[in-house]
């Protein structure tokens, strides 16, 4: 089974900038379409962003015009690039294939939005 490692979390104020990295165990050619997740506190874990092998994203609404999903299919890695960074947006953040695979998610990554 694929597993995902997550890194490049923190502790960020409003309006910053994190770039979130994700490491796939197996090569991602093989995994049609790759996404970033996130739990918040007390919430259920939604998606943020998904991104198909050839290319095309979608975005969930919170985050349209300030995230930007990447792969790069040779290093088996998928980027999230998080830009004016708010609040709300603080969440363990997961990469997982999509639709998630229940037996891949990794351990998250902790992202905190904070004067």
């Known amino acids: 089974q694929v597993q995902f490692v997550e890194s490049g979390g923190g502790l960020v104020q409003p309006g910053g900038s994190l770039t979130l990295s994700c490491t796939a165990s197996i090569s991602i050619f093989s995994i049609y379409a790759m996404g970033w997740y996130r739990q918040a506190p007390g919430k259920q874990r939604e998606l943020v962003a998904h991104i198909i092998i050839g290319g095309s994203t979608v975005y969930a609404d919170s985050v349209k015009g300030r995230f930007t999903i990447s792969r790069d299919n040779a290093k088996n890695m998928v980027y999230l690039q998080m830009n004016s960074l708010k609040p709300e947006d603080t969440a363990v953040y997961y990469c997982?294939?999509?639709?998630?695979?229940?037996?891949?998610w990794g351990q998250g990554t902790q992202v905190t939005v904070s004067s």
């Open positions: 997982n294939a999509f639709p998630s695979l229940d037996e891949s």
